[in-house]
């Protein structure tokens, strides 16, 4: 079984401040970890993935989230926001080895404020 | 490759009425997912298959849905008879085992 939790379902950041999007995950097995990003009236586009190797992971856009295991976490971060980051984001998780179940976060909404 | 096509973008129909959404994924992808997005519930995933035969339908709402992937380039989900709650918007999504899932654009469902 696997779930993901995502802490806030709405942020809100000033323009060039730091993004912090959290994210929790569980699963019984070693897990795959997606972000994704939604802008409006679109599909979900992947901003990046954690599969094996290294846990800090780079995204598009200048995006990136750290593989925590102890924590059980995947954070997504970006040093100074834009507004055209503004959208919505999932944090996703499937069992290692492929891409069959993909379950998402409840998502959380990105403000950017000028 | 174009990358997944949904058909129609948007569907609008009468409570009561059929409804079938369309999808072809990408080439090459074995996997392919139908998900429903909605303001109360989120990102729902309602059935995916693997080489066109279905894997998981735990998450299809009722009998009045239905999806088939008669071969590798097509799915269509289904529901008969349509009712206003079933107001959302439908992705459908494909991946392989090497990659992960390329979202369609989505079919923006209302039924009146």
């Known amino acids: 079984a696997q779930s993901v939790t995502q802490l806030g379902s709405h942020v809100s950041v000033s323009e060039g401040a730091l993004v912090l999007l959290r994210c929790n995950y569980s699963?019984?097995?070693?897990?795959?970890l997606f972000w994704y990003v939604q802008y409006p009236n679109q599909g979900l586009q992947l901003l990046l993935k954690?599969?094996?190797?290294?846990?800090l992971v780079k995204g598009i856009n200048g995006f990136e989230a750290e593989f925590k295991k102890s924590e059980t976490s995947f954070h997504l971060t970006k040093p100074s926001a834009h507004m055209s980051d503004a959208a919505e984001y999932f944090c996703?998780?499937?069992?290692?080895?492929?891409?069959?179940?993909?379950?998402f976060g409840t998502g959380t909404k990105l403000q950017v404020i000028p | 490759d174009a990358g997944v096509i949904q058909s129609p973008r948007h569907e609008v129909t009468e409570m009561g009425q059929e409804v079938t959404l369309r999808c072809k994924p990408i080439s090459g992808h074995n996997s392919l997912f139908w998900y429903r997005q909605t303001m109360m519930r989120g990102l729902e995933l309602l059935i995916y298959?693997?080489?066109?035969?279905?894997?998981?339908d735990s998450g299809m709402p009722e009998d009045r849905f239905s999806a088939k992937m008669p071969n590798a380039s097509f799915s269509t989900l289904k529901i008969q008879p349509s009712e206003p709650r079933d107001s959302a918007v439908y992705f459908c999504a494909s991946s392989s085992r090497e990659t992960e899932a390329f979202f369609g654009q989505g079919t923006r469902l209302t039924v009146v």
């Open positions: 996703a998780v499937s069992p290692s080895g492929g891409y069959q179940k993909v379950t």
């Open positions: 298959f693997n080489n066109n035969v279905p894997i998981d």
């Open positions: 954690y599969t094996t190797g290294a846990t």
């Open positions: 699963s019984s097995v070693p897990p795959y």
